[in-house]
């Protein structure tokens, strides 16, 4: 008899689930997704998704580890915050130590019009780990432009809220064949046909004025999941089909029920995509990031290798202290005050974009990119 020891099943317990078994496993198996935003909801979201076993899992993030992440971004430590990794590097080594079975990819990007395609390959499912509308929306338009589901997620203060879509097949552009499929009749609503605009900029609260409560995000991050695993395995009978909101501290739950898909909805019913089709800014974007103190600047011109990091850390070597490992360049400007007195921090990616620290202003933001980066 050999006398090697035999390995448990790591998903035993799992599949004991009558709702489960061993086909539930086997569909979580053969599963990609896509999550967009590996913060607060990400990594939770990633976390979980890990444990159960899904087969392929698509990391898509541009933001660093830092040390404020760390209340309630659950993959994360005191170690990646010091070496300011990328989350989704960070969070790709811890995921693959936890599941090795699993298949996990790190992009370190700003998802965007012109980058979230390059993604798409194989990818039976979206999900939603993101703090801010508009790529939000983008993902909508994805989710009806390729036939893909996407599981919709907020958290804010001590409230969150988490949806569902499975959008109707009429206004897809790409009818590619995928592994997660429904009928119209079984069809929701998109994001648009129960808000058809973007909220303006300043109307909704954000981390930065209303903090968020860890608990919170554990709760919506874990419906997301437990919809997410219902996808996989087929059990549409079993979806929460509605719009789900939470009060972690006032103890209230409610359930909007969701209505059938607009008839009008410029999405899915006219086949607008406003924001998959949005042409990049011939002078660039920039975005106050939540919570950071700190904008993000985008280069009209972007690319893998768009900038010579190791040359520009030459270049701005008389102008602070930089150091640069292999995602980015970061470092400090002497010759910049921010705001309240503080320091100007900058760190570049290989892509062009840089995120301003110490500023709040996005024309302020530009103003310093142009002066030590260019155009």
């Known amino acids: 008899m050999s006398r090697d020891k035999v390995q448990p099943d790591r998903y035993h317990r799992q599949k004991l689930l009558p709702e489960f078994g061993e086909s ?78 699993v298949e996990v990819e790190a ?68 009818p590619a064949q995928r592994r997660i499929t429904w009928d119209d009749a079984t069809a929701t ?39 997410a695993m219902k996808l996989m395995t087929g059990r549409f009978d079993r979806l929460d089909r509605s719009l789900y909101t939470v009060d972690v501290w006032a103890n209230t739950t409610r359930r909007m029920s969701l209505p059938t898909p607009r008839a009008d909805c410029p999405c899915c019913a006219q ?22 103190g700190a904008v993000q600047v985008m280069p009209a011109q972007t690319g893998v290798d768009a900038v010579d990091l190791p040359a520009l850390a030459d270049r701005l070597a008389a102008h602070g202290t930089f150091s640069m490992n292999e995602f980015l360049l970061r470092g400090r400007l002497a010759g910049e005050t921010g705001e309240g007195g503080g320091m100007v921090e900058m760190t570049l990616f290989p892509d062009g974009r840089a995120i301003i620290h110490g500023v709040s202003d996005p024309q302020r933001a530009r103003s310093i990119y142009s002066r030590y980066i260019g155009a």
Not at 29 to 56: F, K, M
Not at 198 to 207: K, L, N, R
Request: charged fraction near 20%.
């Open 189 to 227: 609503p998109c994001l648009r046909c129960l808000f058809p605009e973007m909220p303006a900029p300043g109307s909704m609260p954000t981390c930065d004025t209303a903090g968020v409560l860890g608990a919170a995000v554990n709760v919506i991050a874990s419906h997301q999941v437990v919809q």
């Open 24 to 101: 539930g496993q086997r569909a979580m198996r053969e599963t990609t997704a896509l999550l967009v935003g590996c913060g607060a909801l990400g990594s939770v979201i990633a976390d979980q998704l890990c444990r159960a076993g899904i087969g392929r899992l698509i990391l898509a993030d541009r933001d660093l580890v830092e040390l404020t992440n760390l209340q309630r971004q659950v993959l994360f430590d005191e170690h990646d915050a010091a070496q300011a990794l990328p989350k989704s590097i960070a969070a790709k080594k811890r995921l693959e130590q936890i599941n090795r079975e």
């Open 271 to 292: 086949g607008q995509f406003d924001w998959l089709d949005r042409s990049p800014s011939l002078s660039g974007q920039t975005t106050t990031l939540c919570g950071r």
């Open 107 to 174: 992009h370190v990007l700003d998802v965007r019009a012109e980058s979230i395609v390059s993604l798409l390959n194989g990818v039976d499912l979206l999900l939603d780990g993101l703090d801010n509308y508009e790529t939000r929306y983008l993902l909508n338009d994805v989710a009806v432009a390729y036939g893909l589901p996407y599981v919709y997620g907020g958290a804010i203060g001590t409230t969150g809220m988490s949806m569902t879509i499975l959008p109707r097949a009429a206004a897809g552009r790409h």
